[in-house]
């Protein structure tokens, strides 16, 4: 099977690599492949993939409020190119979204069949991405994911690493609850997924729910970092992008299919073992 990956250096791309297997694998991101450029649907087609993985996106939330054209022109007007291409190849295609399309004024966890209702530019332009792969008539699974971090590229987990290394009372809100995800496991879940031929829209990310503050509290901990975490709202935060406050993905149709990702807890202890430890710690 040939499967293109946008996305491939990114976080997620790069543990899709890992365990589809870097032969497997055609890669595609930035600088050689611009999901802007109006190339993208005729380079696709030429690399005639039986998979389309769509990894990649403009991922800066508080920056799709700064560019809104930027991150539409990405996240939704390039995912219409990777539909079309599908469309044309007979491909199927996996397109990665995120909570961010769910307001967050629900206090259950949102099910596949909740109505999303963005209330930042980043998520409405991943919910036109959706709606792109999903009208497009191609084989779709859309699977949509939460609060990222992996080896590699930038999240949460490293930040709070860094910035731990620095300052000795780290400001975390505590009003905003979510899904950690270990991107290790959510590729394995999308291996898993493609060999079972899924298709629709499900919701992947490691179980449970906590606060960011609970999960810096947990990062420091895991990590043995020296520093204390003090909550705040988020208002007080003052970020540019509104965020849901409640953006827990429910589990359920993952587990009828016969899946369960680890407790978000118990996938931080695994990563604590293989990330790199901040400058001035030593394991
Ligand atoms: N991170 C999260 O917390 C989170 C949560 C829910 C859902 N998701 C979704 O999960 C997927 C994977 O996320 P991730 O955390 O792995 O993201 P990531 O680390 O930011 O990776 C995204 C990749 O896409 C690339 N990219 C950005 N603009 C592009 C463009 N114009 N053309 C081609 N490639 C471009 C990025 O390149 P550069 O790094 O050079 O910009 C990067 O390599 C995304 O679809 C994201 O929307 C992420």
């Not at 990310?205 to 003090?230: D, H, K, P």
């Not at 540019?240 to 953006?247: G, I, T």
Request: charged share 20%; glycine share 8%.
């Amino acid at each position: 099977m040939r499967v293109l990956l946008t996305g491939a250096n990114g976080q997620l791309g790069s543990a899709l690599c890992e365990v589809l297997g870097y032969e497997t694998v055609i890669p595609k991101d930035l600088p050689d492949f611009n999901l802007m450029h109006s190339g993208v649907e005729e380079e696709i087609i030429g690399c005639a993939p039986d998979l389309i993985i769509h990894a990649g996106a403009y991922t800066d939330v508080d920056g799709a409020e700064r560019e809104p054209d930027l991150a539409m022109a990405v996240n939704a007007k390039g995912t219409e190119q990777i539909a079309r291409a599908a469309v044309r190849l007979r491909a199927r295609l996996i397109y990665i979204s995120t909570d961010y399309v769910f307001d967050g004024k629900q206090r259950i966890p949102y099910g596949e069949e909740d109505r999303p209702c963005p209330i930042n530019r980043y998520g409405f332009s991943k919910w036109k991405g959706e709606q792109a792969v999903l009208t497009s008539g191609a084989r779709t699974l859309v699977i949509r994911t939460a609060w990222l971090y992996g080896t590699a590229g930038k999240n949460f987990v490293k930040s709070i690493m860094r910035a731990a290394g620095s300052e000795p009372i780290l400001k975390v809100v505590n009003d905003q609850s979510g899904c950690p995800t270990y991107a290790e496991d959510l590729a394995a879940a999308v291996a898993s997924l493609v060999e079972k031929n899924i298709e629709g829209v499900i919701h992947v990310t490691n179980r449970g729910q906590c606060t960011w503050y609970e999960f810096a509290q947990a990062i420091v901990r895991e990590m043995g970092l020296g520093c204390s975490i003090m909550p705040i709202t988020t208002e007080q935060a003052g970020r540019l992008a509104k965020r849901p406050p409640y953006s827990v993905l429910s589990p359920d149709r993952l587990v009828a299919l016969g899946f369960a990702l680890p407790e978000w807890s118990q996938a931080l202890k695994r990563f604590a073992k293989v990330a790199p430890l901040p400058l001035g710690y030593s394991s």
